[in-house]
């Protein structure tokens, strides 16, 4: 018989936010370092049997630290999918939420590994992904964050892992739920930059109750990928301004937003801000970042990127020294990160373009 985990509804008195936890989102009880020990808690298992972990080495060279929100956390396998679920009460229809949480992928001493892991989040019929994590030992936590929109007051929340195989452990750790309410007081901006970057600030007019800040970015306005964690200054007589950038931003469009943690662990979210980025058209060559001090974006037409190949000032091909990876049809990343500091002419199909190595 499922054991369900019901969401409790906190509402604080004198502010206009409300949020909603998960109970043992935090996985706490019954711990194990064996494979197939205990199951999480207050949560049904859906597909194997994801297990309650503890901190610190296991069998085959399994490591993972405790997460930043400390105690015992869910460990789910490599080599296929396992799932969980726990039944979600206390929405508003039409309310967007959000889902924090941490998660990471702890390498095992086995071969081949794959490199890299994640999860899925099913509410209401809608998977959200979060973002894949490279593999290693010991593990690193990762901020991770997926928004849903109810589309009635309760639902079932399933988390299953992607099933990517091979010899590594996906962990999760502190789910916390909280409705999508806007900050008080900070105004946040996101512009495209002409090198293809994208410039990122807030001004936060007073910091009375404020931790820190992260900037998130999506692809889809729904599944968010951890950007930058800033500490809040504290300020709570003049306005602090703080600046940052996404050097890579995503191909076409890419959504932006600011969370700001309260000394009380809740949070709250900017309006979200959209930067654009048009595909660039046959005999039209963009390189991005430049000046750079290692990897470039190179966007082109499929035609424009069929060869590519690159010089010194003095006409010498360097193009053995620079590798290159292809990441869709038309864009295409560089590592010059094996050059020394100068210019050098990057030579397409069609056309050429300057960059600087610093």
Same mark, same amino acid.
């Given at each position: !018989?499922?054991?369900?985990?019901?969401?409790? &509804?906190? &509402?604080?008195?004198?502010?206009? &936010?409300?949020?909603? +936890?998960?109970?043992?989102?935090?996985?706490?009880?019954?711990?194990?370092?064996?494979?197939?020990?205990?199951?999480?808690?207050?949560?049904?298992?859906?597909?194997?049997?994801?297990?309650?972990?503890?901190?610190?080495?296991?069998?085959?060279?399994?490591?993972?630290?405790?997460?930043?929100?400390?105690?015992?956390?869910?460990?789910?396998?490599? #080599?296929?999918?396992?799932?969980?679920?726990? *039944?979600?009460?206390?929405?508003?229809?039409?309310?967007?939420?959000?889902?924090?949480?941490?998660?990471?992928?702890?390498?095992?001493?086995?071969?081949?590994?794959?490199?890299?892991?994640?999860?899925?989040?099913? !509410?209401?019929?809608?998977?959200?992904?979060?973002?894949?994590?490279?593999?290693?030992? %010991?593990?690193?936590?990762? %901020?991770?964050?997926?928004?849903?929109?109810?589309?009635?007051?309760?639902?079932?929340?399933?988390?299953?892992?992607?099933? @990517?195989?091979?010899?590594?452990?996906?962990?999760?750790?502190?789910?916390? +739920?909280?409705?999508?309410?806007?900050?008080?007081?900070?105004? #946040?901006?996101?512009?495209?930059?002409?090198?293809?970057?994208?410039?990122?600030?807030?001004?936060?007019?007073?910091?009375?109750?404020?931790? *820190?800040?992260? /900037?998130?970015?999506?692809?889809?306005?729904?599944?968010?990928? *951890? &950007?930058?964690? !800033?500490?809040?200054?504290?300020? /709570?007589?003049?306005?602090?301004?703080?600046?940052?950038?996404?050097?890579?931003?995503?191909?076409?469009?890419?959504?932006?937003? =600011?969370?700001?943690?309260?000394?009380?662990?809740?949070?709250?979210?900017?309006?979200?801000?959209? /930067?654009?980025?048009?595909?660039?058209? /046959?005999?039209?060559?963009?390189?991005?970042?430049?000046?750079?001090?290692?990897?470039?974006? =190179?966007?082109?037409?499929?035609?424009?990127?069929?060869?590519?190949? +690159? #010089?010194?000032?003095?006409?010498?091909?360097?193009?053995?020294?620079?590798?290159?990876?292809? !990441?869709?049809?038309?864009?295409?990343?560089?590592?010059?990160?094996? @050059?020394?500091?100068?210019?050098?002419?990057?030579?397409?199909?069609?056309?050429?373009?300057?960059?600087? +190595?610093?």
């Amino acid at each position: !018989m499922f054991r369900n985990t019901i969401l409790t &509804l906190l &509402l604080f008195v004198g502010s206009s &936010l409300s949020a909603q +936890v998960i109970p043992n989102g935090d996985f706490t009880g019954p711990s194990t370092t064996t494979y197939n020990g205990w199951a999480p808690p207050g949560w049904s298992t859906t597909v194997q049997s994801p297990d309650t972990w503890a901190a610190g080495p296991g069998p085959d060279g399994f490591n993972a630290p405790a997460s930043p929100n400390g105690g015992t956390f869910v460990r789910t396998n490599g #080599f296929g999918p396992e799932g969980f679920q726990a *039944f979600v009460t206390g929405l508003t229809v039409g309310q967007p939420f959000t889902i924090d949480f941490y998660f990471g992928e702890a390498c095992i001493n086995l071969n081949p590994s794959p490199g890299t892991g994640g999860y899925v989040f099913n !509410m209401f019929g809608v998977n959200q992904l979060t973002p894949v994590v490279i593999c290693s030992t %010991p593990a690193i936590w990762v %901020p991770g964050s997926v928004t849903f929109i109810p589309t009635s007051t309760a639902g079932m929340l399933t988390i299953t892992t992607q099933a @990517l195989g091979g010899h590594s452990h996906t962990i999760l750790d502190g789910l916390r +739920v909280g409705v999508v309410l806007p900050i008080e007081g900070v105004e #946040f901006r996101a512009w495209a930059r002409r090198d293809r970057t994208v410039g990122l600030d807030w001004t936060a007019e007073r910091e009375v109750d404020t931790d *820190f800040y992260l /900037v998130e970015r999506s692809e889809d306005g729904m599944t968010w990928e *951890f &950007l930058e964690q !800033m500490d809040a200054t504290g300020n /709570v007589q003049d306005p602090t301004w703080y600046q940052t950038e996404d050097l890579n931003p995503y191909f076409g469009r890419s959504y932006y937003r =600011l969370k700001s943690f309260g000394l009380d662990g809740h949070a709250e979210y900017s309006e979200v801000q959209t /930067v654009d980025f048009e595909v660039p058209t /046959v005999g039209e060559l963009l390189l991005y970042p430049n000046p750079t001090e290692g990897k470039v974006t =190179l966007a082109g037409s499929a035609q424009e990127l069929t060869v590519v190949r +690159v #010089f010194d000032v003095l006409g010498q091909e360097v193009t053995p020294r620079v590798t290159q990876q292809l !990441m869709d049809e038309t864009h295409l990343e560089l590592d010059l990160g094996a @050059l020394s500091a100068g210019i050098y002419l990057v030579k397409t199909a069609m056309s050429a373009k300057r960059v600087q +190595v610093r």
